[in-house]
T-cell receptor, first 112, second 112 residues
Framework: ELKVEQNPLFLSMQEGKNYTIYCNYS?????LYWYRQDPGKSLESLFV?????AVKQEGRLMASLDTKARLSTLHITAAVHDLSATYFC????????????FGTGTLLAVQP | KAGVTQTPRYLIKTRGQQVTLSCSPI?????VSWYQQTPGQGLQFLFE???????NKGNFPGRFSGRQFSNSRSEMNVSTLELGDSALYLC???????????FGQGTRLTVV
C-alpha cells in the first residue's frame, strides 16, 4: 500500500525567508504532483514531476523529484504573505490509472 | 476552456438519507476521480472512472458508489448517510492516463 508522508505539517515563516517542504513515499512511483489549497477552496495544480531528477520552478516555488530516494521537495524562496496556504503532494500509482495518494498537507503561514 | 464543474456546491442532509453529487469533467477528458476530504483523514481516494468503467476503488464502504456516463460526466451516490460522511467531495478529471489531474470546486456535504 502506497503511503505518502509530508513534513512539516505546519510551517510558520517570516516574509523573505526560505524553507523546504518534504514529501516521502513508500513504494516506487514515477510521477508526483504538488497542489495548493486555500481555505474553503479546491486544489490548484502547481507542479507535475514525471521523471527522476525533474525540477520545475514557478515564481518563488521550486519542486524537485528524486525517485530513487522516493523524495520530492517544494522549496520556497523569499516567502511572501500570498503564499500562505496548505500545500499537498500527491503520488501516482503505476499502470493505467489516475489514482493519487495524497500527503497530509503542510499548512504554510507567512508572517509579515 | 471550462474547468471541472461540480454540483451542487453545498448540501445539507439528514442521517439516513441518500445523496447524489455530480461532476462534469473538462471537455475531452475521459478519466474522472473522486476524493473525500475531511480534517481528520485528509484527502482520500474514493474511485476512478474511465470510459464509463470503474478502474479503481478506495477503501470505502459499499454505501459509496458512482458511475460515469457516455459523455464522461460522473455521479457519486452515498446512501444511508452517517454523520461521518460530512466532508468536502472533490472530483478531478484527466485527459489521459498518468496526466495532470484538474480539480473541481468541490461539494461540501453536511450530514445532520
Amino acid at each position: 500500500e502506497l503511503k505518502v508522508e509530508q513534513n512539516p505539517l505546519f510551517l510558520s515563516m517570516q516574509e523573505g525567508k526560505n524553507y523546504t517542504i518534504y514529501c516521502n513515499y513508500s513504494t516506487t512511483s514515477d510521477r508526483l504532483y504538488w497542489y495548493r489549497q486555500d481555505p474553503g477552496k479546491s486544489l490548484e495544480s502547481l507542479f507535475v514531476l514525471l521523471s527522476n531528477g525533474a525540477v520545475k520552478q514557478e515564481g518563488r516555488l521550486m519542486a524537485s523529484l528524486d525517485t530513487k530516494a522516493r523524495l520530492s521537495t517544494l522549496h520556497i524562496t523569499a516567502a511572501v504573505h500570498d503564499l500562505s496556504a496548505t500545500y499537498f503532494c500527491a503520488v501516482g500509482y503505476g499502470g493505467a490509472t489516475n489514482k493519487l495518494i495524497f500527503g497530509t498537507g503542510t499548512l504554510l503561514a507567512v508572517q509579515p | 476552456k471550462a474547468g471541472v464543474t461540480q454540483t451542487p456546491r453545498y448540501l445539507i442532509k439528514t442521517r439516513g438519507q441518500q445523496v447524489t453529487l455530480s461532476c462534469s469533467p473538462i471537455s475531452g477528458h475521459r478519466s474522472v476521480s473522486w476524493y473525500q476530504q475531511t480534517p481528520g483523514q485528509g484527502l482520500q481516494f474514493l474511485f476512478e472512472y474511465f470510459s464509463e468503467t470503474q478502474r479503481n476503488k478506495g477503501n470505502f464502504p459499499g454505501r459509496f458508489s458512482g458511475r460515469q456516463f457516455s459523455n464522461s460526466r460522473s455521479e457519486m451516490n452515498v446512501s444511508t448517510l452517517e454523520l461521518g460522511d460530512s466532508a468536502l467531495y472533490l472530483c478531478a478529471s484527466s485527459s489521459a492516463d498518468r496526466a495532470e489531474a484538474f480539480f473541481g470546486q468541490g461539494t461540501r456535504l453536511t450530514v445532520v
